[in-house]
């Protein structure tokens, strides 16, 4: 039984994903708080699968470049005082006739305990992993993750998945079926209409389980798809891949197309592509694109998040039922997780957040503002963030707060969501937004207007709780005489220093609303 007088501390865990082509380690350390900080994130190509497809063997080299990876990466976990290293094997081991003798061997040199898990069991870890890390809201999303042995499709919403499926197709494996070891030359176009021929008849049962469901987004995974994603962005954006990008099925021919005209060396110096990838990567090319064709999907987005993050996903809502994906969304995760990394007053700024959300609401009846549901969300998220500069220093918070939110990759929101809660925050003390703000003015009139608004609407919301007591326990707006509008503050105890704070924005009030604001108190014996 645990000392209750005994504060909890930090762990710090270990996740291995051994691959057929790649294994990658990721290291966190885990807070009391459930936030969790990655120390590092490693990968390294090993190709376990490398010549295994034939004859179901793992190969005695393969076997050994993979237990000196993990053995360096055991000891890596070990030396930042890892209490706990969790260890999967996919689809080169599952598969393999010697995977007994090879996990022993992990056992024995590495110190390991590796779980070679199903395609099924796969399939579900990659859904957490991607699905943790977008924001889907209502959309149902279909899932692509292609390794080197193995494929696997996922349908799923925030909440759950709906279908789960792993397939015999990885670039390693099909590499190894259709081209020779070493192979130099350019692929020919009937080469490369034999591989989809073979993906096809692979998938026709998939691709009918998953038709009947609508498809609102698609999302691949697996360095195959991140590379041909980057070469894509180099290629039609001029530059490298970025989080937001969308990948066209025609823009998807079109490298695919560049690739098999090149000879080996040539493709190596493609921009964007990962030289070590050069020799698998138009079998891997091969399946995404004979799925796209097959389910009829116009492009998809790429996600560097994959099975290790599932783990971790995983482990943690075995841990901790509310960080279940049903239980919050990835955004409502990724904002109290950056703001109880840095140990924010979560009891004040979820009062702020209830309070501005009640002058947006009241404001909107009124005619203030006409802003929607998006914005109000942006609103009640930068409130909940707004003073966690104050963990680097309380001078000028807002500045860093402004930092810490444009910095945090915040997982489920894209850039400008990220810069309209940033500035949002940074004028919610004082200076008002101003287009000689390089970041400001980069916006378009819309979200201009967005951050103009809900800065506002915030800064009197934080004068609300002034002294972080909850001494104004509601607040809204009302129409005046003409264009006047009154902020009622309800309370039931002294809050003149909320009363002076809001007071102390009424020219800023007028400046962004054009409108006149009167301050009244109402006491709670007369409501």
Not at 29 to 56: C, D, H, M, S, W
Not at 177 to 184: H, I, S
Not at 240 to 261: G, N, P, S, W, Y
Not at 399 to 413: K, Q, S
């Amino acid at each position: 039984m645990e000392n209750p007088e005994i504060p909890p501390k930090s762990r710090v865990v270990g996740f291995i994903d051994i691959g057929t082509n790649s294994i990658r380690l990721l290291l966190v350390r885990i807070n009391p708080n459930k936030t969790y900080q990655v120390l590092t994130a490693q990968k390294e190509v090993v190709r376990l699968g490398e010549g295994e497809f034939i004859e179901q063997t793992l190969q005695p080299e393969a076997m050994e470049r993979a237990i000196i990876v993990c053995r360096k990466f055991a000891e890596l976990a070990r030396q930042r005082q890892a209490e706990e290293i969790i260890a999967v094997a996919t689809s080169a081991t599952r598969e393999a006739s010697n995977k007994s003798e090879f996990i022993q061997r992990l056992k024995d040199e590495a110190g390991l305990d590796v779980r070679a898990i199903s395609g099924l069991e796969e399939a579900r870890l990659i859904y957490l992993g991607v699905a943790s890390g977008v924001h889907l809201a209502d959309r149902q999303a279909l899932f692509i993750d292609i390794g080197g042995g193995s494929t696997e499709i996922i349908v799923g919403d925030r909440q759950q998945y709906h279908l789960l499926d792993s397939l015999k197709l990885g670039a390693i494996r099909l590499t190894t079926m259709f081209f020779l070891p070493n192979e130099q030359e350019p692929i020919s176009p009937i080469r490369y209409a034999l591989i989809q021929n073979y993906v096809r008849n692979i998938i026709v049962r998939t691709v009918q389980r998953v038709q009947p469901y609508k498809i609102d987004v698609v999302y691949g995974s697996s360095g195959t798809i991140l590379n041909l994603a980057d070469i894509a962005a180099h290629r039609f954006f001029k530059r490298k891949l970025e989080r937001e990008d969308e990948i066209t099925h025609a823009q998807l021919k079109e490298v695919i197309q560049v690739l098999c005209q090149a000879n080996l060396e040539e493709r190596r110096q493609i921009p964007g592509i990962n030289p070590e990838r050069a020799d698998i990567i138009i079998a891997g090319a091969a399946i995404i694109d004979t799925i796209m064709e097959e389910l009829k999907l116009p492009s998809f987005r790429p996600s560097e998040r994959g099975l290790r993050d599932g783990l971790l996903i995983d482990y943690l809502s075995r841990t901790d039922q509310s960080l279940m994906l049903g239980q919050m969304t990835v955004r409502e995760r990724s904002v109290l997780h950056l703001a109880r990394t840095v140990n924010f007053d979560e009891p004040h700024a979820r009062h702020v957040a209830r309070l501005a959300l009640q002058l947006y609401d009241s404001g909107y009846q009124i005619g203030l503002h006409r802003l929607g549901r998006w914005e109000r969300e942006l609103l009640e998220y930068a409130a909940l963030l707004h003073d966690i500069g104050a963990f680097l220093s309380y001078q000028n918070h807002q500045m860093h707060t402004y930092y810490l939110i444009r910095n945090a990759d915040l997982l489920g929101f894209d850039q400008k969501e990220i810069a309209i809660m940033a500035l949002a925050s940074l004028h919610h003390r004082k200076a008002l937004p101003s287009k000689k703000e390089p970041e400001f003015a980069a916006l378009d009139k819309d979200s201009q207007t967005a951050v103009k608004v809900l800065g506002m609407i915030l800064r009197l919301a934080e004068s609300l709780d002034r002294s972080h007591i909850g001494a104004v326990h509601r607040a809204r707006f009302v129409s005046g005489d003409k264009k006047e509008v009154i902020l009622e503050m309800f309370s039931d105890q002294d809050c003149q220093l909320e009363q002076w704070g809001v007071e102390s924005h009424l020219e800023a009030f007028e400046k962004t609303f054009n409108r006149p604001l009167v301050v009244r108190v109402i006491a709670k014996s007369a409501v």
